[in-house]
């Protein structure tokens, strides 16, 4: 392992220190959003225009680095980025902050297709799980280690939206100074959705949903915490919880996703979150159960985007995954648009703790497609579906299609021992 992070650490140190910064910028809007006496529906729309870029971006940003390269699509999104971010305290209006949002998800979403290309290139068939592994890892901590940043400073001035811009503009060094030989970028067509939805119905449905979960978890938590009066540090703790809450249950998710019929396990992980979401609702305002409540519900989200992923590769065949992968990436950034907006709506006309409200409707509704599934279809065997590998949903289709083709290789493999130690005898 020591080995494989020498060869990739200056990519993971970049995604890193960009991770900083951009996990400080998705809550610090809602905190100076609540200074600046922005309404729930018009941080939705803000929200919501990160995400309407990053699936611009997922889209656009592979044909320009065909035509330009990596480094220059790599080092022009990131001063845009970089300029985005300082921008936000200049002009504190919904409407300006919507288009800077939508700059910002673009300008993200490119450069996570370069880092992964770079990241998926330096990585052997070997070693590639390991490798993407701690490529999440790197991403986790980021977005933890950064609501951290948040309390060095206070949310009304600019000295926050600075900090997170600079974090971004030295996050490009150790990766463009690094010796990695530059990849080509070879993204498949995505699949249509009536196609997809074909293939894996479970599939299609249940990442459109997690996408409006992993949405407003991580753009409309800190309007949530600010609407019911959590100071600045307690907001920071209660986004950082959601993720750490994902950094614990990965593993032992991905365990047990090996072991038995994924369509359980997905359908225990959104009763979980429900449950979650229940206790949320119910506290009040206490801190205590508040944090408990975003460490669960926040900790199945993640896993429960690479079940799904794990679960459209049981059910699609190999040569469709690549183009498969597009489409689930796209299905999942467009419940990323709305969910927000449904979760602001919600909370602008029933109040704060309508947050709970609209995520526990959507993890039971999950579930409840889960179980239908059940009754339609028969799990596959154990023995015939692909390796798990915990993809976070802020990866692009570069990781997503990687992480595909490892888990199918990883599956026929251990197939394929096992068959020789039947043989043997």
């Not at 890193?16 to 959003?33: A, E, V, Y």
């Not at 991580?218 to 950082?240: E, R």
């Not at 390796?387 to 083709?405: D, F, H, K, N, R």
Request: charged share 10%; hydrophobic share 55%; net charge neutral.
């Amino acid at each position: 392992m020591i080995q494989i992070l020498y060869r990739v650490w200056p990519l993971l140190l970049g995604i890193l220190l960009i991770m900083l910064g951009n996990g400080m910028h998705f809550t610090l809007i809602g905190l100076r959003g609540g200074i600046e006496g922005f309404t729930s529906a018009e941080l939705a729309i803000v929200t919501s225009g990160y995400f309407m870029g990053f699936l611009a971006g997922a889209r656009l940003s592979p044909l320009m680095i065909k035509r330009v390269g990596h480094v220059r699509v790599f080092a022009a999104l990131g001063s845009f980025m970089s300029a985005g971010l300082i921008a936000f305290p200049l002009v504190t209006e919904p409407w300006v902050w919507t288009f800077l949002r939508l700059i910002v998800g673009f300008c993200m979403s490119g450069i996570y297709v370069a880092a992964e290309s770079w990241l998926n290139n330096a990585a052997t068939n070997e070693n590639r799980g390991k490798v993407l592994s701690a490529y999440m890892t790197a991403q986790t901590l980021g977005i933890i280690g950064a609501q951290g940043l948040l309390t060095l400073a206070d949310a009304g001035t600019s000295v926050l939206f600075i900090c997170a811009s600079i974090l971004v503009s030295i996050s490009f060094a150790p990766i463009l100074l690094s010796a990695t030989p530059v990849p080509v970028v070879d993204v498949a067509r995505p699949m249509s959705l009536r196609d997809l939805f074909r293939g894996s119905p479970l599939g299609t449905v249940g990442i459109f949903l997690l996408g409006g979960i992993f949405a407003t978890q991580s753009g409309m938590s800190a309007v949530f915490g600010t609407q019911i009066g959590l100071t600045a540090s307690q907001v920071s703790m209660f986004v950082a919880m959601l993720f750490a809450g994902a950094l614990v249950l990965q593993h032992p998710i991905g365990w047990l996703s090996d072991r038995m019929d994924r369509r359980n396990l997905i359908f225990g992980a959104a009763i979980l979150g429900l449950i979650s979401c229940t206790i949320g609702w119910f506290t009040s305002g206490g801190l205590l159960l508040l944090m408990v409540s975003a460490f669960f519900a926040g900790g199945v989200t993640t896993p429960l985007y690479a079940l799904f992923l794990a679960h459209a590769n049981d059910t699609l065949s190999s040569e469709d995954m690549p183009a498969a992968s597009g489409a689930l990436v796209f299905t999942f950034g467009l419940g990323a648009i709305a969910g927000p907006l449904i979760s602001g709506w919600a909370m602008q006309r029933f109040g704060p703790f309508a947050f709970w409200l609209v995520l526990g409707a959507t993890f039971g509704a999950i579930a409840l497609y889960a179980l239908y599934r059940m009754t339609q279809r028969k799990a596959t065997p154990i023995d015939e579906t692909e390796s798990y590998i915990g993809v976070l949903p802020t990866s692009s289709i570069v990781a997503v299609e990687a992480a595909g083709a490892w888990s199918a290789e990883k599956a026929e493999a251990e197939r394929e021992d096992d068959v020789k130690a039947q043989q043997e005898n």
